[in-house]
Every structure is written in C-alpha cells, then in structure tokens.
C-alpha cells in the first residue's frame, strides 16, 4: 500500500473526523522517504527556510515503524491538520519525518485521542516572539508538502 492508500483506509476507520488519532503502522515497507531537518540555535529561522536545506533519505526494503498523529482540520496552528508521522528503523538507527512510503507487509493501529493539553512556554523569548507576522498555513504547506 501507498501512503495515499494508508491514508484512505485510516480514513474508512475512524468514526469522526473531529477526534484527534495516533497512529502506528509497524511492518516492512519497500521504500521510506524521511527527512531530517538540523538542529537549531537560537534565534530560530522559521521552518519553511530550515527545511530548504533538509538531508532527505531514502530508505529500501526495511523493517520499522511508522508513527505519528491525524489532526482535525479545526487544530491548525495548533497541530498539522492531517496525517503527521515519522519513521523509525527496527534498529534504531535511523528514521525521521516522513515524506512518503510503500509498505508491503504491515499492521495498522489507531488510538482515538480526546484530551489536547497545550502548555505555553512562560519564557521572555516565547513572549516577544512575532507569531503572528508570518503566513503559518503557507509555510505548513510549504514544508508538510515537500517531497
């Protein structure tokens, strides 16, 4: 299956679209396209200039496991709206954020989440950041959509 064909059977399964999901997916996959974006020093760059230099790796006939969140469309800017995983390798050796997959041989499971606790940082940084200056859905877009 496709991560497009992963995605759809989630889809089928869950019994509302309003629910936050996590989701693991352990199994062997053909091909794991992730990426891995440098670790960051203050000042932060925002995301979308960060991941233009991003190590993308392609990873062929592994073993490992998928795993991540499905986010109501109403979290945006809070969360990514959709699905959002990463993967790692059996060995733990490898993995990131994932861009796209095949898998041949897989188990699939689902966890309906309904508690969401956002916890803001009390740091002067966090208090002057410019949050609001910046088109947030492009740059999701942007960098959720690369591959």
């Given at each position: 299956m496709s991560r497009e064909e992963v995605a759809a059977l989630v889809a089928s399964l869950v019994p509302s679209q309003n629910l936050l999901y996590a989701i693991r997916l352990i199994g062997?996959?053909?091909?794991?396209?992730?990426?891995?974006?440098?670790?960051?020093?203050?000042?932060?760059?925002?995301?979308?200039?960060?991941?233009?230099?991003e190590q993308v790796r392609q990873w062929v006939n592994i073993s490992g496991t998928i795993a991540g969140f499905r986010t109501p469309a109403y979290e945006r800017g809070i969360g990514v709206p959709g699905g959002h995983v990463r993967f790692i390798d059996d060995?733990?050796?490898?993995?990131?954020?994932?861009?796209?997959?095949?898998?041949?041989?897989?188990?699939?499971?689902?966890?309906?989440?309904t508690d969401l606790h956002l916890a803001l940082p009390l740091t002067r940084a966090f208090?002057?950041?410019?949050?609001?200056?910046r088109d947030i859905d492009r740059e999701v877009e942007a960098t959720e959509r690369h591959r």
């Open positions: 062997s996959f053909d091909i794991v396209r992730t990426r891995t974006v440098a670790r960051q020093d203050p000042p932060y760059r925002p995301l979308i200039e960060v991941t233009r230099g060995a733990r050796q490898g993995g990131g954020h994932v861009l796209d997959f095949t898998t041949r041989r897989a188990s699939l499971e689902l966890c309906v989440g208090a002057r950041a410019d949050l609001a200056g």
